[in-house]
Nanobody, 126 residues
Framework: VQLQASGGGLVEAGGSLKLSCAAS??????MAWFRQAPGKEREFVAA????????RYKDSVNGRFTISGDNAKNTVYLQMNSLKPEDTAVYYC??????????????????????WGQGTQVTVSS
């Protein structure tokens, strides 16, 4: 069981990054991205449920970030544009496996996800 995230790095404010995360050895019902900044709790960023291609976003990233993926490959992406210094954090991908325990209205609740990646650092300089 493995979730491998990649794509983090250092970028100037206003720049873009694309994160990727691939799940191996298991099927997914949906995937999500969370992030944790130093001294803060982990927070929801974006989620996608393959059935119906339902997506959800944290309000502060809506319109700047886009979550997408390939459910056949159990791979999720997070395209991050117009990055701000407050987006600086370690970004974690998470996987929801069947049978899902998450209802659509709770896609942002970390407790519903079964597996987590190791995190990738995103640093946005001002």
């Amino acid at each position: 069981v493995q979730l491998q995230a990649s794509g983090g790095g250092l970028v100037e404010a206003g720049g873009s990054l694309k994160l990727s995360c691939a799940a191996s050895s298991f099927s997914t019902y949906g995937m999500a991205w969370f992030r944790q900044a130093p001294g803060k709790e982990r927070e929801f960023v974006a989620a996608i449920r393959w059935s119906g291609r339902v997506t959800r976003y944290k309000d502060s990233v809506n319109g700047r970030f886009t979550i997408s993926g390939d459910n056949a490959k159990n791979t999720v992406y997070l395209q991050m544009n117009s990055l701000k210094p407050e987006d600086t954090a370690v970004y974690y991908c998470a996987a929801d496996t069947p049978p899902s325990r998450i209802i659509v209205s709770a896609l942002g609740d970390s407790r519903g996800y079964d597996y987590w990646g190791q995190g990738t650092q995103v640093t946005v300089s001002s």
